[in-house]
């Protein structure tokens, strides 16, 4: 009987991410056009970021990512699991965040070789934490190869790749209680905000991206894919619940510009200053966590379930760039870097700015065009090697 009810419940989660049998869309939509908008958070002094969520709000598009990254892996692990068991559903996470690693050390690699190509090991390298490269380089990639280094913007591979490598044992654990799971994330998570709890770095600190913290919206994102879509649906419904939202929305969004205008600074009691600061990004910090839950919970409302509109160029766009992420955020990163050295060496006006941020964007969506295409045409051959 548990057995049927789990193979039920499988089922379940695999229908919650697709219409009529096929991919949900939005989800890829979604997490293209935080690609998006991270390549234009990561370009320095970018006054295009002021489209992205950055400026509005105590939390960013990182959050986006995270919860996205755990809905999408139940719906892709533990959809298949009542079809495929367990071997096979563990070693897929377990490939999935080799890929991770495998595109983070990639990328280390032709980040560092661009670093050294623009400013010979001198220029950039603490813009880019990368000089540990050229004056240590054996024991960086130790630590590198150990998950406890990252050049800037990196960093959030590594939690990713950890999240990946822990996923099995937290299917496991939501498939024996989805409550008793997210009661565990959560008070790890809280275990961060009271103890500091974190994982290393080296050469001192700690990752950027607590995994301790992190996971806690990752394992969101699994539990509301498992059994959150229908457990909350009353919930959702709530008139009362959607006005709490948009009111602290709009708190958020007066802190955050704050931050940019003085003027605003006035308007905010000390009080309540001294209750919300710091607001810790690295440990995602419980303003942050519930200004996402809230912008979560407004799009829900007004999102429809299902889109029967034509697909738009820019939507299309936008799911390329979502379907193939991984890579897609890797070259974000090395073209980020070459919009830093533009503005640093040619010019650093609105026009260099909006020409690096829609020129990278449409090199984005070239790639990710091509990265579709060529997955539709392979048709793998016989393994050689």
């Known amino acids: 009987m548990i057995a049927d009810n789990r193979e039920l419940a499988n089922h379940d989660v695999a229908a919650a991410g697709t219409s009529n049998g096929r991919r949900d869309l939005r989800l890829d939509a979604c997490r293209g056009l935080a690609l998006w908008f991270i390549f234009v958070d990561h370009v320095p002094d970018n006054s295009l970021s002021w489209l992205t969520l950055r400026n509005y709000g105590f939390s960013d598009t990182s959050e986006v990512f995270v919860f996205i990254s755990g809905y999408t892996c139940m719906l892709a692990y533990g959809g298949?699991?009542?079809?495929?068991?367990w071997t096979t559903t563990v070693v897929r996470a377990l490939r999935r965040a080799w890929e991770i690693y495998a595109a983070f050390l990639v990328l280390l690699l032709a980040y560092a070789a661009l670093v050294w190509a623009v400013g010979g090991g001198t220029r950039?390298?603490?813009?880019?934490?990368?000089?540990?490269?050229f004056r240590e380089p054996g024991p960086t990639l130790l630590h590198v190869a150990?998950?406890?280094?990252?050049p800037v913007n990196t960093d959030i591979l590594l939690?990713?790749?950890v999240l990946h490598i822990c996923f099995p044992v937290i299917l496991w654990l939501m498939m024996t209680s989805a409550t008793l799971t997210l009661g565990l994330s959560f008070l790890v998570y809280m275990m961060v905000q009271l103890f500091s709890w974190h994982v290393p770095a080296w050469p001192s600190g700690e990752l950027y991206f607590n995994p301790f913290a992190w996971q806690f919206l990752f394992v969101i994102g699994g539990w509301y894919a498992y059994v959150g879509t229908a457990s909350l649906r009353p919930i959702l419904n709530s008139r009362t619940l959607l006005i709490m939202a948009l009111a602290y929305l709009a708190f958020s969004l007066l802190m955050a510009l704050s931050w940019e205008f003085k003027s605003l600074e006035g308007l905010i009691p000390p009080a309540i200053s001294g209750l919300i600061y710091p607001i810790y990004k690295s440990h995602l910090a419980p303003v942050r966590l519930l200004h996402f839950l809230s912008l979560a919970f407004v799009v829900s409302r007004l999102a429809p379930p299902q889109w029967h509109g034509p697909i738009r160029p820019l939507m299309t766009a936008m799911i390329r760039c979502g379907?193939?992420?991984l890579s897609i955020y890797c070259?974000?990163?090395l073209l980020a870097f070459i919009g830093q050295v533009m503005l640093t060496d040619i010019s650093s006006g609105f026009a260099m700015q909006l020409l690096i941020s829609v020129g990278g964007i449409a090199l984005m969506i070239i790639a990710a065009t091509l990265l579709t295409w060529d997955q539709q045409l392979d048709r793998r051959g016989p393994r050689l090697f």
């Open 323 to 325: 379907e193939n992420s």
């Open 146 to 150: 150990l998950l406890q280094f990252a």
């Open 124 to 133: 950039f390298v603490d813009e880019t934490n990368t000089g540990f490269f």
């Open 159 to 161: 939690t990713f790749a």
């Open 80 to 85: 298949s699991l009542g079809k495929h068991g």
């Open 331 to 333: 070259i974000g990163v």
